[in-house]
């Protein structure tokens, strides 16, 4: 049951929705102190202290049998820039089986396609540090970001306030829009859309969007789950769910 005070993550579902049969899934949340429901509010510079915490929680997974544990957020591994990769790692050493973090996750994707050029559809990355937090990430492992903008520069959404709202509140219509107004501004000059924000969320919608941009889409959830498939040596239970996923 959601509330309104609660954030709702309901990844895991959406995990086995694509996970093939047997599949299951469990969940340990954590609480990073000083974090809001705003983007001003949730603080880069607790994220960053977060990573100890994040190491704790998998390896309580990892007692209870999970076989890989994934992480959701881009920033809890995308912060750390070039180290992000090596944050995934200290997660995995500590926990002892494979661990993936959502931000390194979609550095690994855009390597596995051969990207180097991107176009960012932000998202309620609206603020300078989460702006140039998303880009020194991509840019520190060697990506080049041709086009960077969110909601509000697009003129999907008018304030900051109703970014903020969105940000809690999926809705997969606004989602495809960006990706489509993002595609449009960028044209042939770019090798594919990476949707930042882990609630933008696109399984189900990567397929529909990579046919009318003729560009791959690589967002959050989209490279969450082609890892953690990846890491158990697994397929998705069906096609259809778009380049990366259905690559598996």
Request: with cysteine; glycine share 10%.
């Amino acid at each position: 049951m959601n509330s309104s005070t609660q954030p709702w993550n309901d990844t895991p579902l959406d995990f086995l929705r694509v996970a093939p049969d047997g599949t299951s899934a469990a969940g340990a949340y954590f609480l990073a102190r000083g974090l809001g429901r705003t983007m001003a509010e949730f603080r880069l510079d607790r994220i960053v202290e977060a990573l100890p915490t994040i190491q704790e929680a998998a390896q309580d997974l990892a007692v209870a049998g999970a076989d890989v544990v994934a992480q959701f957020g881009i920033p809890f591994s995308l912060i750390h820039a070039e180290r992000a990769r090596e944050s995934q790692s200290r997660v995995a050493d500590a926990a002892g089986i494979p661990v993936v973090l959502m931000g390194a996750a979609m550095l690994d994707a855009l390597d596995h396609l051969g990207i180097h050029r991107i176009a960012i559809a932000g998202g309620y990355y609206a603020t300078d540090d989460w702006t140039s937090m998303a880009r020194r990430g991509f840019e520190s492992n060697g990506f080049e970001v041709i086009l960077q903008e969110s909601w509000i520069e697009q003129g999907i959404v008018a304030s900051v306030e109703e970014s903020d709202r969105l940000a809690w509140e999926h809705d997969a219509a606004i989602t495809k829009a960006h990706v489509l107004r993002t595609a449009e501004r960028t044209g042939p000059s770019v090798d594919a859309i990476v949707v930042c924000g882990g609630g933008l969320r696109l399984l189900g919608h990567a397929a529909e969007l990579e046919a009318a941009t003729s560009l791959p889409v690589v967002a959050g959830d989209l490279a969450l789950f082609w890892a953690t498939l990846k890491a158990i040596d697994a397929k998705p239970r069906s096609a259809g769910w778009g380049r990366l996923l259905d690559g598996l």
